[in-house]
């Protein structure tokens, strides 16, 4: 079977045929049909990711077809399906196990013809998605659903600020926090993404590059924020206290912008704020994120879609972050 492969260092992203996997019990072999970038998978390109190992497939998202399934997995032969990427969760629901891994590193992931997978982490691929749409949901979905309801407790009418709304997970949050009733502001460095955004119901959006910025934003919200959602950290994220509420959650993953060089702790203790850091979702999470996607038939935002033999321009595209939305690789 053809997979993007990470081969090594110095030839990080390779498409070259490997031997297809059997499933043993409890596992199926799905037929992938799409897969869907992730930064993650372009910052391992880079080597500049924890645990990198050669050669390994690249990919944490995927829908596809189950075409083998081994003993304890037969019924879900020749079901559409996508894969939960966040395994070995553990018995925590609050933190995840030390034996937690990301579909995709270390074990062979989705941009392949084929992928073997435990049967537990399969879900039904929701019946109004294409298969390049939902393949977009699983990392930046449960991502962005957990964020938003299990640590944040969004509900109807709270204020949301989405800080950089262009990449996978700010379009979920966006279209997720809509969804439950709220009133959505975001940040970006374009124009562009803002005006994308807009079209897909935020408020109003302000360029992060821009010095006034966080009044702008007070402005356009009319106050504060009830919820923040912030996946770069960085200088800009001292001024999230000020920005929220009096009882506002400022939930944050990733740090792309560095670490925050000072922060003024006194906002925080006074305002009786919550600094809640997230990633990835239990089992259950990835259940609710897909009920929740069923239920408000929200569609993945896809920037652009690309032939397996051009794996290397979806990646190029990704590391230009130029995307609003995901990118994906047909298969």
């Not at 077809?65 to 997995?73: E, T, W, Y």
């Not at 460095?189 to 007070?218: M, P, S």
């Not at 305002?271 to 259950?284: D, E, P, S, Y």
Request: proline share 5%.
């Amino acid at each position: 079977m053809k997979a993007v492969v990470l081969e090594s260092a110095e030839n990080p992203l390779v498409i070259k045929d490997v031997a297809k996997p059997t499933p043993g019990a409890g596992e199926v072999l799905v037929q992938v049909k799409a897969a869907a970038l992730n930064r993650r998978d372009w910052w391992i390109t880079q080597g500049k990711y924890a645990g990198i190992k050669y050669p390994t497939i690249l990919g944490a998202d995927g829908a596809g077809v189950v075409s083998d399934a081994g003993d304890g997995a037969k019924e879900w032969l020749g079901k559409e399906v996508i894969i939960n990427p966040s395994h070995n969760w553990g018995e925590h629901a609050e933190f995840q196990s030390k034996e937690f891994k990301i579909l995709g590193l270390p074990d062979d992931g989705t941009m392949a013809e084929y992928v073997l997978v435990k049967a537990e982490y399969l879900y039904s691929k929701p019946a109004h998605l294409t298969f390049e749409q939902a393949s977009a949901l699983p990392l930046a979905g449960i991502t962005s659903y957990r964020a938003l309801f299990t640590k944040a407790h969004i509900k109807k009418g709270d204020k949301v600020l989405i800080v950089g709304v262009g990449a996978g997970t700010g379009t979920f949050l966006l279209q997720f926090a809509l969804a439950a009733g709220a009133k959505v502001f975001v940040t970006s460095g374009t124009g562009e993404k803002i005006e994308q955004a807009r079209q897909l119901g935020a408020c109003a959006g302000v360029n992060y590059k821009a010095q006034d910025w966080a009044q702008e934003l007070k402005h356009f919200a009319g106050g504060g924020f009830d919820i923040i959602v912030d996946s770069a950290l960085g200088p800009d994220f001292a001024r999230m206290p000020d920005l929220c509420n009096p009882g506002g959650r400022i939930v944050f993953f990733g740090g792309t912008a560095g670490n925050i060089p000072e922060l003024n702790a006194r906002p925080i203790f006074w305002k009786q704020l919550q600094i809640i850091g997230t990633t990835m979702g239990t089992q259950q999470d990835f259940k609710a994120m897909l009920d929740f996607v069923n239920l408000h038939k929200i569609v993945p935002v896809v920037d652009d879609v690309y032939p397996l033999a051009d794996a290397s321009k979806a990646f190029d595209k990704m590391g230009a972050a130029t995307q609003f939305g995901k990118i994906v690789i047909k298969i």
